[in-house]
């Protein structure tokens, strides 16, 4: 079951990223007791509250530092961190590289497909066109 109260506070988490965000002041928001909070955001995410913030922080980090040109301690500051070890030592917990090293890597999460489209996405394979349609082979 789908509770509304937790997905306003999954939308509050994703809007400030970048503030400092107590599980208490996230239950205050929604009405509810911290342990109540707690008990109702994991069932319905998975993870606790304080660990999906991380978790989503660090993700849009990497987002960030992939697709920008914004420097790692800005991605770090837009993201909610203060302190560059710590940043450093969750970022490459997560996702098993350093955020400098991502950077210099080239590597990029592919985006996640639209809505609606098809299941398998599109290939970019040359399509060789047939000798009878090739309007410089057709006609004189």
């Given at each position: 079951?789908?509770?509304?109260?937790?997905?306003?506070?999954?939308?509050?988490?994703?809007?400030?990223?970048?503030?400092?965000?107590?599980?208490?002041?996230?239950?205050?928001?929604?009405?509810l007791s911290p342990s109540r909070f707690r008990q109702l955001f994991t069932a319905?995410?998975?993870?606790?509250?304080?660990?999906?913030?991380?978790?989503?922080?660090?993700?849009?980090?990497?987002?960030?530092?992939?697709?920008?040109?914004?420097?790692?301690?800005?991605?770090?500051?837009?993201?909610?961190?203060?302190?560059?070890?710590?940043?450093?030592?969750?970022?490459?917990?997560?996702?098993?590289?350093?955020?400098?090293?991502?950077?210099?890597?080239?590597?990029?999460?592919?985006?996640?497909?639209?809505?609606?489209?098809?299941?398998?996405?599109?290939?970019?394979?040359?399509?060789?066109?047939?000798?009878?349609?090739?309007?410089?082979?057709?006609?004189?």
């Amino acid at each position: 079951m789908v509770d509304p109260r937790i997905t306003a506070t999954v939308g509050l988490m994703q809007q400030r990223l970048g503030q400092p965000l107590a599980v208490a002041d996230l239950a205050a928001a929604v009405n509810l007791s911290p342990s109540r909070f707690r008990q109702l955001f994991t069932a319905q995410v998975g993870a606790a509250p304080a660990v999906y913030l991380q978790r989503l922080r660090l993700r849009r980090a990497r987002l960030l530092i992939e697709r920008t040109f914004l420097s790692v301690k800005e991605v770090m500051a837009l993201v909610g961190y203060n302190d560059p070890s710590h940043f450093s030592r969750d970022f490459r917990r997560l996702h098993g590289v350093s955020p400098s090293v991502l950077r210099t890597s080239g590597f990029m999460t592919p985006r996640p497909r639209e809505p609606g489209s098809s299941v398998n996405p599109p290939t970019h394979k040359r399509i060789r066109q047939h000798a009878a349609l090739d309007p410089a082979t057709c006609c004189p």
